[in-house]
C-alpha cells in the first residue's frame, strides 16, 4: 500500500523560504506523477506544483511560477517543494499527492479525482 508521508510546514514572514517534502512508502521508486496541492480557507484545492518523474518533466501554476521549485531525490523516494520568495497568498495547507502513469499530460492536468494516494496536510502560514 503506498502512503505518502509529507513535512517541513511552518510560519515564515513574507519574502522567506520555506521546504516541504513528500516521502513515498510501500513503492520501490517516486511515483511517476507526484503534484503538491494548497487549499487556504474558504478557497478550493488547487494543484501549485507537479512532476511527471518519469522524464522530470515538470508544471507550476502561474501563481507560484518563478518561486516555487518541485524536484526529486530519487534515493530517498522523496519530492520536494522549495518555496521561495513567499507572500501572505501562499498562505495554505499543503498536500502531497500521487498517481500512476498516465503519461505527462495528465499529470500535468492536477484532477484531484485522479489521485489514488494522498499525504496529509502540512500548513504554510506566512505574515506580512
Known amino acids: 500500500q503506498v502512503q505518502l508521508v509529507s513535512s517541513g510546514g511552518g510560519s515564515v514572514q513574507a519574502g522567506g523560504s520555506l521546504r516541504l517534502s513528500c516521502a513515498v512508502f510501500?513503492?520501490?521508486?517516486?511515483?511517476?506523477?507526484m503534484t503538491w496541492f494548497r487549499q487556504a480557507p474558504g478557497k478550493e484545492r488547487e494543484g501549485v506544483a507537479a512532476?511527471?518523474?518519469?522524464?522530470?518533466?515538470?508544471y507550476y501554476a502561474d501563481s507560484v511560477k518563478g518561486r516555487f521549485t518541485i524536484s526529486p531525490d530519487n534515493a530517498k523516494n522523496t519530492v520536494y517543494l522549495q518555496m521561495n520568495s513567499l507572500k501572505p497568498e501562499d498562505t495554505a495547507s499543503y498536500y502531497c499527492?500521487?498517481?500512476?502513469?498516465?503519461?505527462?499530460?495528465?499529470?500535468?492536468?492536477?484532477?484531484?479525482?485522479?489521485?489514488?494516494?494522498w499525504g496529509q496536510g502540512t500548513q504554510v502560514t506566512v505574515s506580512s
Open positions: 499527492a500521487a498517481d500512476w502513469d498516465y503519461g505527462a499530460a495528465h499529470c500535468f492536468a492536477r484532477r484531484q479525482s485522479d489521485y489514488p494516494y
Open positions: 510501500g513503492y520501490a521508486y517516486n511515483m511517476p506523477c
Open positions: 512532476i511527471y518523474t518519469a522524464n522530470g518533466g515538470t
